[in-house]
C-alpha cells in the first residue's frame, strides 16, 4: 500500500497473501530478529505458602524482597507493605489501580520495597484481579492488536508458572493476565520478545531527587528531552507517577508537545493536562482524558506528527499552553509541571527546543543521553546556564528489539482513540465495532442547521473543487474559535464556497496560515466517513460527546474542521476486513459452523473489495496485474 496525496489502495496486497495476524513476522523491520537470550522477568517464587484466594479472575500474593513481572491487563491492589512500579511507591489503601502490560513495550515490574509509612517488617501482600476494559478486542479489527497481551491460558493455580507446561485445562476460567518468571513462560515464546522495564544509572536517584524536593518558591517545572528512542517518555511517565505518590491528592501538569507520539491524546495533538492519579500503561491505553484522574486544560491540532512545517505556528502553541499553566498555578500554587518534548534534536530542531528552554520558566532540564550528539548537549548546555538552571544528564534507556515501530505505534494510538466507548465508572473503555459500522455524528455546513463554519485545509492551496473528496476519509482536527483574531486577517465577512457548498478558509500566497492558538483551541479530532452534497452534511466518527458540540452551537462559537498532513487512516478502511476475518476464524476454531465453514480465502477478500464504493477489483487473466483506484487531489500549480 502507498501513501501519496490521497489514497493509494492496492487491492493485490491484500488479495494475494493469507491473513497475517502480526504473529508470525517482525513488525517493526528494524528489529527482525528476537532476543537470543531469555531475560528472568520475575525473581518470585511461588510456594503455595506465598499464594492466597486464588480465584477465577484474582489471585493473591506475599512477596518478599522479589519482584513480579506480569503480561497483560490487571487490578492491582496493594493490602500490606509497598511495592514500586512505574516510579510510584503504592502502599496499603483502597485504592485499586488499572495495570496495562502489553509486548509492545517493556513490561513493568512490581517491585516489593521497605514501607516508608509502615513497620519496616510488615508483610507485603497484593492482590490482582483480571481487567476487562475492551482493549483486547481491537485485535478483531486490526492485527496490530493481536498477540499483545497474555495467552488466553485458563489457569487457577501455579502448577503450570512452576513447571513452564503451558497447556491450559479447558474447564478453567481464563484470566486476563499471566505471571511470568521468565519469557519461556509466555504463551507466545517463539513469537515476540519479553523485556523486563530496568532503569539505567542515575535514573532513580534522579526521580527521587526530583519527586522528594522541597518546595522553594516556583514549583518543579522539568523539561525532558533527547534523542528518540532514548527513553524520554518513559522518564515522564515515570516522574509524574512519583510526584503524584509523593504529593498525594495534588494535581501535576503535563505540557505534552510531541505530536508524534503525545501521551494522552492521537497524534497531531500538542496539550496541557492536569493529572491526579497515576497512570500505568502506553499512550494507545490512555489516548484521551476522558477519564478519572486526567483533566484536559486546553489542546491544539497541529494536524502533523512533527512541528518541522510550520515552526512558528508550533511555538505560538506551546507558549499559549504554557501561559495556562501559569494561568493553573493561581488556583494551584504547588503544582509542578513536567514537558514531555520531540525527539529532533538536530539542526532546526535543536534551535526549537533551545529557543523553548530559553522561553518557558524552568526548573530542570533532563537529556536522556550521555553519549551526545555533542552539538546538542552544547547547545542545550549553554541554554540552561543562561536561565540558571539546573541540567542532567541521564544515560539512555537500552534499546530493545520491539514488535512496533514508530509509526505503527501512532496507528494504534489514533485507531484505539477511535474506538474509545462511554467510559465506565469513570475509567475508559473500547469497542470493536469497525468504522463502517459506526454511528456517525452529522453535522451541516451550510443552511439554516450549519454547525461547521468552515473547513481549514493547512499546507500549499488546493484548488476547491477537489475539497470534498481531500475530507473524504481523512481525519480532521475539530477547533473552536473563541474570537475572531483566531481568523487570518483580511478575511472576508462571506466566506467562499465550493460548488458543494462547502466554506472554507481561503488561502494567502497559495499558502492557508493556520488558526491563532491564543484564541482557538482543539475539541479532538474525527474522522470525515463521508460528505453529503445533497443534505450538505459531514458524517463524522468521533469519541467527542454530542453534547460538546451541541454547548459550540448554543454558545455560538465558529467550528472549524482542520484537515493537516496526519498520516491517511487506511487502518479504518480495512476494519470491516478484518472483523469478517476473525469472525471466520472463530467459527472455524468453535466449530460453530461445522464442516461447511472452510476458512477465510482471498477469494471472500475479492468479494468483500467488490462491495466497497471507495475501491475496485477487477478480473484479471494470469500474468495481468491488478489494477489501483486511485484517488488525485488535483493540486494547484502556481501561474508563471
Known sequence: MKESDGVDFDIEHITNRPFDDGANRPINEEHPKLNATVPQLSTFMPPNDHMDDQLEDAVTIRLDDSTLTLI?????????????????????????????????????????????YGPADQPIEVTITSLRSGTRSLKQVSPMFDRIWNKAIEVSDMNVYESGDMKPSLDLVKRTYSILKSSSNDGYASKRSLNPLELPKGWQPLLTSLTTRKQEGAPTAAFVCGPKGSGKSTFVRMLINGINDTRGSR?????????????????????????????????????????????????HHIGATSPQDDLQHYMRCVLDLFQHYKQLLVQHPSCPLVVNTIGWIQGSGLELLSELINRLNLTD????????????????????????????????????????????????????????DEPENGHFRW????????????????????????????????????????????????????????????????????TEQIPYVPSTAHITPPLCPVHSYTLGQALVRSVNTTSHTFDLVMPIPHTTLASVRIEQRKLILVRGSLDTPTWAYKEDLYKQMWQCREAVKEGLAGEAVKGWTKEDTKKWAEKRDWVTAEGRRKGEQVKRVRRDLGKKTKKP
Open 365 to 420: 532540564v533532563v537529556y536522556t543521553s550521555t553519549m551526545g550528539p555533542s552539538e546538542a548537549v552544547d547547545s542545550i548546555t549553554q541554554a540552561t546556564a543562561k536561565r540558571n538552571m539546573r541540567l542532567h544528564l541521564l544515560a539512555s534507556q537500552p534499546i530493545e528489539a520491539t514488535p512496533r515501530a514508530a509509526v505503527d505505534l501512532r496507528m494504534m494510538q489514533t485507531l484505539s482513540y477511535f474506538h474509545l
Open 72 to 116: 497483560g491487563q490487571y487490578e492491582l491492589w496493594v493490602r500490606q507493605g509497598a511495592v514500586s512500579l512505574l516510579g510510584a511507591v503504592l502502599r496499603p489503601s483502597s485504592a485499586v489501580y488499572r495495570v496495562f502490560a502489553p509486548s509492545t513495550h517493556s513490561l513493568p515490574v512490581i517491585r516489593s520495597i521497605r514501607n516508608p
Open 431 to 498: 469497542n470493536a465495532t469497525p468504522i463502517d459500522n459506526m454511528t456517525t455524528e452529522r453535522v451541516h455546513y451550510s443552511g439554516p442547521n450549519q454547525t461547521i463554519y468552515a473547513v481549514q485545509l493547512l499546507g500549499p492551496e488546493l484548488d476547491p473543487d477537489f475539497l470534498g473528496q481531500v475530507l473524504e476519509g481523512c481525519i480532521v482536527g475539530l477547533v473552536v474559535v473563541e474570537d475572531d483574531a483566531a481568523l487570518p486577517p483580511d478575511l472576508p465577512p462571506s466566506l467562499p464556497r465550493t
Open 251 to 299: 494535581y501535576i501538569a503535563l505540557l505534552d508537545i510531541d505530536p508524534g507520539q503525545p501521551e494522552f491524546s492521537p497524534p497531531g495533538e500538542v496539550s496541557l493536562v492536569q493529572i491526579s492519579s497515576c497512570q500505568f500503561g502506553p499512550p494507545f491505553c490512555h489516548p484521551s482524558t476522558s477519564t478519572h484522574g486526567l483533566k484536559l486544560i486546553r489542546s
